[in-house]
DNA sequence: GTGTGGATTATCT
DNA sequence: GATAATCCACACC
């Protein structure tokens, strides 16, 4: 598959605690381009981030956490950053969010698109309903089911070694992804008032994968 | 290509 | 009891 992201040297290199402590919307746009790994029966499956959308915590309208609501469900919002947060939605899906800041401050991250670079086979596999490859991950619940994350991968940390899902530092140059970087309003948010409108939603700019938003 | 509506159930009020 | 950080099939252009 021709990478339509952009050309670089590959590394492996982990990202670490200190990546993911900062506020959501700075992580945000900094995981764009970054590559987000798999480890599934002893295979790699990997997506190249595209689009994620910030969540604000505690006076964000559109937030699971929103006025500080704690619920079993939510829990792992308040934990340390590089938590992951998997939820369950529309009786039928899930979605992951990737944990920003610190313990007991509830803002995240939503996943929403990747581009998939490693273990396209298997990929194909879980997402059987995709007709294209720019169809696999192109959406929350999508990213989700072609990397068989669900309720089991709740509040898993990111940066611990053993984990199954991780977040490398990716093959592009950082100038380069910046320079494509474009926000928008965040997507299915209808009744979250004057929050609704506002550009937290970030993705690559002309990027076949990002979703339809 | 675009637009509309149904699926399906955990979670919260 | 209502809602949901969605996806897919199908109709139509």
Redesign the pocket.
Known sequence: MVNTIGDGVMTMKRMGRAFFRRDSITLAQDLLGRRLVRLLDGHRLACDIVET?A?LGIPDK???TFGG?R????EA?YHDGGHLYV???????F?M?VVASTEDNPV?V?LRAGQPVEGLEIIRGL?P??RKDK?LCS?????CQALAIDRQQNDLDLTSPDSVLFIEEGPYDRASIEARTVSGP??????AGEWVEKPLRFFLKDNPFV?RG
Request: aromatic fraction near 10%.
């Open positions: 959308e969540y559109a937030a699971h609501r619920t079993a469900r939510n919002m939820y369950f939605t529309y009786g039928m899906h979605c969010n995240a939503l997402r309903k995709a169809d959406g929350p619940g999508k990213l965040r997507v299915g948010i209808g009744s979703s």
